[in-house]
């Protein structure tokens, strides 16, 4: 039962905007963090931005503030990571993920239970 699935990953030059979706279902609609991570060959996921889904507040990386929004609907089963002004930099496999342990750091993987498949995001320079 899939209860993380990304979409919205593609091939975008930089420069320009993609939009990210995760939809939540089963238990990890329940969680109350959802998080977006990214991952290139060889490198640690890293965190790119986190949403507390019942107070709509956000943290995000160093590298991404002011270029990207993450967001949730009005349902709290979809959760989406606006990108903008994007750089090859940002080339990576997008990871969704969710996660309720309280006094969890959300920057860090552990602190999420259920994690999707990913999606490619390839921004050519």
């Known amino acids: 039962q899939v209860q993380v699935a990304e979409s919205g990953g593609g091939l975008v030059q930089a420069g320009g905007s993609l939009r990210l979706s995760c939809a939540l279902s089963?238990?990890?609609?329940?969680?109350?963090?959802v998080g977006w991570f990214r991952q290139v060959p060889g490198k640690e996921r890293e965190f790119v931005a986190a949403?507390?889904?019942?107070?709509?507040?956000?943290i995000y990386s160093d590298s991404v503030k002011g270029r990207f929004t993450i967001s949730r609907d009005s349902a709290k089963t979809t959760v989406w990571l606006a990108m903008n002004a994007l750089t090859p930099e940002d080339t990576a496999v997008y990871y969704c993920?969710?996660?309720?342990?309280?006094?969890?750091?959300?920057?860090?993987?552990?602190?999420?239970?259920?994690w999707g498949q990913g999606t490619m995001v390839t921004v050519s320079s």
């Open positions: 089963g238990r990890a609609r329940h969680n109350t963090v």
């Open positions: 993920a969710t996660g309720s342990k309280s006094s969890a750091n959300y920057y860090y993987t552990s602190a999420y239970d259920y």
């Open positions: 949403i507390a889904v019942g107070t709509a507040t956000t």
